[in-house]
């Protein structure tokens, strides 16, 4: 089955940058839809942002517009998240996710809709 693996978290400062990678082995990235979350202690897992098989429809959550970038790359079967102007609030563990289904604007943050999940990778945004 498709395998996910995250990386490129780490301990930030406030106002910092970081990319996050999602790389898939097993089986071809381009088959499916990707969507990266993250988890807070003590909070539920949110969806931070999403994209379709080619890269043509994405979304993101209201606390990431503005500052995080989805993209992909499926001639390396990896998806990047880049996040700018981080803030001590985006500190979370944060996944890939992926799923055969294409999502829609109304469900594409629903953690149940997604089949297959990496390890995480941890963000710290501390001073």
């Known amino acids: 089955q498709l395998q996910l693996v995250e990386s490129g978290g780490g301990l930030v400062q406030p106002g910092g940058s970081l990319r996050l990678s999602c790389a898939a082995s097993?089986?071809?990235?381009?088959?499916?839809?990707i969507g990266w979350f993250r988890q807070a202690p003590g909070k539920e897992r949110e969806g931070v942002s999403y994209?379709?098989?080619?890269?043509?429809?994405?979304y993101y959550a209201d606390s990431a517009k503005g500052r995080f970038t989805i993209s992909r790359d499926n001639a390396k079967d990896t998806v990047y998240l880049e996040m700018n102007s981080l803030k001590p609030d985006d500190t979370a563990v944060y996944y890939c996710?992926?799923?055969?289904?294409?999502?829609?604007?109304?469900?594409?943050?629903?953690?149940?809709?997604?089949?297959?999940w990496g390890q995480g990778t941890q963000v710290t945004v501390s001073s």
């Open positions: 996710a992926a799923a055969v289904t294409p999502m829609y604007r109304s469900n594409w943050g629903e953690p149940g809709r997604y089949v297959y």
């Open positions: 994209i379709s098989r080619r890269g043509g429809s994405t």
């Open positions: 097993k089986f071809t990235l381009d088959d499916y839809i």
